[in-house]
């Protein structure tokens, strides 16, 4: 069964924190490497970052430094905690594996003052 279900977003002053989970089915997390991914009104869906099985992590150079990834294995969850959040994160995020599967309705985060 694949579904993925992000929470966590909302609305945030430039500067702010958030944190977002996704979590899935056991099958899918004990198998893949996880990401993120943002959707902005009218662009393209690109990829934000990643974590392996091994706990090996890249990103995107736009939130490098800002963004952490990271996985907790006993609760299929990926998080992305989010730090020096910016008007240009405003987006739908979602969650996934690296070679996409079927998409969840992803979590609204905007920054806005």
């Known amino acids: 069964q694949v579904y993925f279900v992000e929470s966590g977003g909302g609305l945030v002053q430039p500067g702010g924190s958030l944190r977002l989970s996704c979590t899935t089915s056991?099958?899918?997390?004990?198998?893949?490497?996880m990401g993120w991914y943002r959707q902005a009104p009218g662009q393209q869906r690109e990829f934000i970052a990643r974590?392996?099985?091994?706990?090996?992590?890249n990103y995107r150079d736009s939130v490098k430094g800002r963004f952490t990834i990271s996985r907790d294995n006993a609760k299929n969850t990926v998080y992305l905690h989010m730090n020096s959040l910016k008007p240009e994160d405003t987006a739908v995020y979602y969650c996934?594996?690296?070679?996409?599967?079927?998409w969840g309705q992803g979590t609204q985060v905007t920054v806005s003052s």
């Open positions: 996934n594996t690296v070679a996409p599967m079927a």
């Open positions: 056991k099958n899918i997390f004990s198998q893949y490497t």
């Open positions: 974590i392996s099985k091994t706990d090996i992590t």
